[in-house]
């Protein structure tokens, strides 16, 4: 199941930073939702934010199981380039997360509980498959972004 749920999460990582590898700067910071009260969606460089910050979120929860010190994610991503870079980082804190329970059974894993800070109570698949839908909604949105200013 570890496999298979860090092979997808990395997997709808790519198409998110393949836009970004093709975005240029001024789209990646303009603001492009000016109606919005979400500071996280008002532009790509926020949404970028975002999922990375969000991503950090998840492993956090994760580590918590080895009572591992929780990591704030506070990076500024000021380019596509910086947002590909982190992204892939946050990938891979993710993956080092799941050290010490690679050997864990489906049924062992499955007891576990998060109590999420945005009230929504997830064991560790459903959390997973959270954080790799988030960054799909994310890329479609952005998707939408990039038709809506050509």
């Not at 990395?10 to 970004?20: D, G, P, T, V």
């Not at 001024?26 to 990375?52: A, M």
Request: hydrophobic share 30%; glycine share 4%.
């Amino acid at each position: 199941m570890l496999i298979a749920l860090m092979g997808e999460y990395r997997k709808s990582a790519i198409e998110y930073k393949q836009i970004l590898n093709n975005i240029p700067q001024y789209l990646f910071e303009k603001i492009t939702d000016k109606k919005t009260k979400d500071e996280d969606c008002k532009s790509i460089q926020n949404i970028t934010f975002h999922i990375i910050h969000s991503g950090y979120t998840y492993s956090n929860y994760i580590n918590s199981v080895n009572k591992r010190e929780w990591f704030e994610y506070t990076e500024n991503i000021e380019t596509p380039k910086k947002g590909i870079e982190e992204i892939d980082k946050m990938l891979d804190f993710t993956e080092n997360s799941f050290d010490g329970i690679w050997n864990k059974t489906n049924k062992e894993i499955g007891e576990w509980k998060f109590d999420t800070r945005w009230n929504v109570t997830y064991d560790f698949e459903q959390l997973m498959e959270h954080a790799i839908v988030h960054i799909l909604r994310h890329r479609r949105q952005i998707e939408n972004v990039i038709k809506n200013n050509s």
